[in-house]
């Protein structure tokens, strides 16, 4: 629809239009500012848990790379033959 077939003037349009777009950015605003506060609570969060998680495993003694320091004993059967 056009202008003219609303019957509006060009001054009332640009104010509608206008409030439409502030409102918009209004709420848009809140979103922005609330969508920044969960995300850095999220941060925040996990950083948390990775800082306990290596305080908690600090604890404990990794054993990826272990090995085993003892005689070594060769075993053999009593029948030569079998063997």
Request: aromatic residues 6%.
């Amino acid at each position: 629809m056009t202008l003219m077939e609303n019957k509006i003037s060009e001054p009332e349009a640009q104010a509608k239009i206008s409030r439409r777009t502030t409102r918009r950015t209004g709420r848009s605003g809140v979103w922005r500012a609330l969508a920044w506060i969960l995300g850095s609570v999220g941060i925040v969060a996990a950083g948390v848990e990775v800082a306990r998680l290596v305080i908690h495993a600090r604890q404990y003694e990794s054993t990826d790379d272990a090995f085993l320091d003892a005689h070594v004993v060769q075993i053999s059967t009593k029948m030569a033959a079998y063997g």
